[in-house]
Structure formats: structure tokens, C-alpha cells
Antibody, heavy 118, light 106 residues
Framework: EVQLLESGGGLVQPGGSLRLSCAAS????????MYWVRQAPGKGLEWVSG????????HFADSVKGRFTTSRDTSKNTLYLQMNSLRADDTAAYYC???????????WGQGTLVTVSP | IQLTQSPSSLSASVGDRVTITCRAS??????LAWYQQKPGKAPKVLIY???TLQSGVPSRFSGSGSGTDFTLTISSLQPEDFATYYC?????????FGPGTKVDIK
């Protein structure tokens, strides 16, 4: 069974940094691309970033480009999202997600809440 | 690529046939997925490649379309189907979502 467990969320001041982690299990981690998707309170889904199975290719939403980076550690089966220069509009639940046989998402974590506030 | 969904919300009764539309700002072939999200829960995929039903998803869900216009249909709405539905394009990074369609009880 695929399991994705996010951690690292919390309260951070505007301009601050936070690193989210996603521990993956139940599948061959280095065979699948991975994503981060966020959802602001009461709002819709926003795709944030993606990283290829081997980690050599990353992509970002325009809203986070230049501020967020993503990486993966195959030895730890863990996905990361480094978030810098955080703003109030980055406040959201952040979901780690696994790609299916195409680029669609077939598994999601439970989400971790990031709150950016003074 | 921008996605629009219509309607943004709808009220329906159990047993109703429900249709949700997703339109892309440019052609995306069949690179579209549909997700269902219930309050407080992570989304789950219903349909991928525009019309392929994910394993385990009831057959009352179906998807169609290609290019710029897509449809998610629930043939006979069940109590557990009241949720918000999102489309996502998988043709070009960034992999954008539609704004969602909330289906609630009439």
C-alpha cells in the first residue's frame, strides 16, 4: 500500500523559510515522479512543483518559482520542498503526491499545514 | 494552460445525472484527469487520460473529450458523491488544476 507522510509544516513569519518532507513507502520510490500540491483554506487545489523519478528535472508553478525548490533522497525514500521568502498567500495545506502511469496523481499524502503570519 | 470549469457549483438529488465541464485555454489532447475531494480529505483520482476510469472507481463515473473541451459525468448520483470535483491538465508544465465544481444536495 502506498503511503505518503508529510511533515515540517507550521507557523512561520513572512520572509521566513520552511522545509517540508514527505516520507514515501509501499512503492519503488525512484521509479515515479513526485509532486507538491497545495490548498489554501477554503480554496481550490494549486499544483506547486514536480520532480522527475531520477530527480534531474524539476518544475514549478509561476507563483513559487525562484522561491521554492524540490529535491528527493532515494536512500531515505523522502521528498522535500524547501520554501524560502514565504508570503501570506503561501498559507495552505501542502500535499505530497505520487504520479501514476502518466503525469496524473494516483496517491496523496494527508497534507501538512503551513501558516505564514507575523 | 488555464482551465475553467462549469458550473462552479450545482445542487442535485440522489439518482440525478450530473455533468461537469472543463475547458482548456489551448489544446491538451487527452491529457486530462478528474479528481474528487471531500471536506477535510485529500483528493482522489477518478479519471485519467480524459476517459480512463481509475481502478476501483464506480462505473457511474465517466469522462469524455479531447482537445480543449472535456466532460465528467455521474450517471446516477449517490450520497457519497457529494463532493468537489477538479480537472487537471497533464499536457504541459505547470500541471494546472481547474477551479473546482462543488456538488451538493438539493
Amino acid at each position: 500500500e502506498v503511503q505518503l507522510l508529510e511533515s515540517g509544516g507550521g507557523l512561520v513569519q513572512p520572509g521566513g523559510s520552511l522545509r517540508l518532507s514527505c516520507a514515501a513507502s509501499g512503492f519503488t520510490f525512484n521509479s515515479y515522479g513526485m509532486y507538491w500540491v497545495r490548498q489554501a483554506p477554503g480554496k481550490g487545489l494549486e499544483w506547486v512543483s514536480g520532480i522527475s523519478a531520477g530527480g534531474s528535472s524539476t518544475h514549478f508553478a509561476d507563483s513559487v518559482k525562484g522561491r521554492f525548490t524540490t529535491s528527493r533522497d532515494t536512500s531515505k525514500n523522502t521528498l522535500y520542498l524547501q520554501m524560502n521568502s514565504l508570503r501570506a498567500d503561501d498559507t495552505a495545506a501542502y500535499y505530497c503526491a505520487k504520479e501514476g502511469s502518466g503525469w496524473w496523481i494516483d496517491s496523496w499524502g494527508q497534507g501538512t499545514l503551513v501558516t505564514v503570519s507575523p | 494552460i488555464q482551465l475553467t470549469q462549469s458550473p462552479s457549483s450545482l445542487s442535485a438529488s440522489v439518482g440525478d445525472r450530473v455533468t461537469i465541464t472543463c475547458r482548456a485555454s489551448q489544446g491538451i489532447s487527452s491529457y486530462l484527469a478528474w479528481y474528487q475531494q471531500k471536506p477535510g480529505k485529500a483528493p482522489k483520482v477518478l479519471i485519467y487520460a480524459a476517459s480512463t476510469l481509475q481502478s476501483g472507481v464506480p462505473s457511474r463515473f465517466s469522462g469524455s473529450g479531447s482537445g480543449t473541451d472535456f466532460t465528467l459525468t455521474i450517471s446516477s448520483l449517490q450520497p457519497e458523491d457529494f463532493a468537489t470535483y477538479y480537472c487537471q491538465q497533464l499536457n504541459t508544465y505547470p500541471l494546472t488544476f481547474g477551479p473546482g465544481t462543488k456538488v451538493d444536495i438539493k
